[in-house]
T-cell receptor
Framework: NAGVTQTPKFQVLKTGQSMTLQCAQD?????MSWYRQDPGMGLRLIHY???????DQGEVPNGYNVSRSTTEDFPLRLLSAAPSQTSVYFC???????????FGSGTRLTVV | GENVEQHPSTLSVQEGDSAVIKCTYS??????FPWYKQELGKRPQLIID?????GEKKDQRIAVTLNKTAKHFSLHITETQPEDSAVYFC????????????FGTGTRLQVTL
């Protein structure tokens, strides 16, 4: 049982490049979310999903796309990277709304 | 949407003392309140949670209290130890209508010897 797996752990992008941050969980959790963490701003919700085929926007969705074709996977796509997207990205999942999230180990992204 | 405010942003206590972190929330329908601990360079980890039908919950040296009328909840750590040093986040969610979990901005707790 690996929990929530995120890849890559570190990434440097040039402005304008695109990339996909991968997230997979093997706990059969329905609820998955992507957060970004910036100093002094806590964890801000980018997108979330309540099950395969269902996604919705969070607090800071601009510049990011998601899809949920399977229960296990919830990739986050950066369409055209900008320096403002330099951050640590966390994927998280939970079995039920009445339970807390399990977080992945994070992806540290730098956009130059 | 939900807004969660957390205070203080930094807290320094001596080993053995108690630490209290406070959060307020805006959505009166929120009914699930978890707390996370994040050590430097690590992922946030759930340490305790409370639901709105309960006023207080304890787990060894950690306790959480909830005041629904005032819309605030607090984390209490007793007999603090150096390994309690971390950033702590509160969060809130309305499990009836929304699956979004909204976080506070975090409290950096430093336990000094």
């Amino acid at each position: 049982n690996a929990g929530v797996t995120q890849t890559p752990k570190f990434q440097v992008l040039k402005t304008g490049q695109s990339m996909t941050l991968q997230c997979a969980q093997d706990m059969n959790h329905e609820y998955m979310s992507w957060y970004r963490q910036d100093p002094g701003m806590g964890l801000r919700l980018i997108h979330y999903s309540v099950g395969a085929g269902i996604t919705d926007q969070g607090e800071v969705p601009n510049g990011y796309n998601v899809s949920r074709s399977t229960t296990e996977d919830f990739p986050l796509r950066l369409l055209s990277a900008a320096p403002s997207q330099t951050s640590v990205y966390f994927c998280a999942s939970s079995f039920d709304l009445n339970y807390g999230y399990t977080f992945g180990s994070g992806t540290r992204l730098t956009v130059v | 949407g939900e807004n969660v405010e957390q205070h203080p942003s930094t807290l320094s206590v001596q080993e053995g003392d108690s630490a209290v972190i406070k959060c307020t929330y805006s959505d009166s329908a929120s009914n699930y309140f978890p707390w996370y601990k994040q050590e430097l360079g690590k992922r946030p980890q759930l340490i305790i949670d409370i639901r709105s039908n309960v006023g207080e919950k304890k787990d060894q040296r950690i306790a959480v209290t909830l005041n629904k009328t005032a819309k605030h909840f607090s984390l209490h750590i007793t007999e603090t130890q150096p390994e309690d040093s971390a950033v702590y986040f509160c969060a809130a969610r309305n499990t009836g209508t929304a699956s979004k979990l909204t976080f506070g901005t975090g409290t950096r707790l430093q336990v000094t010897l």
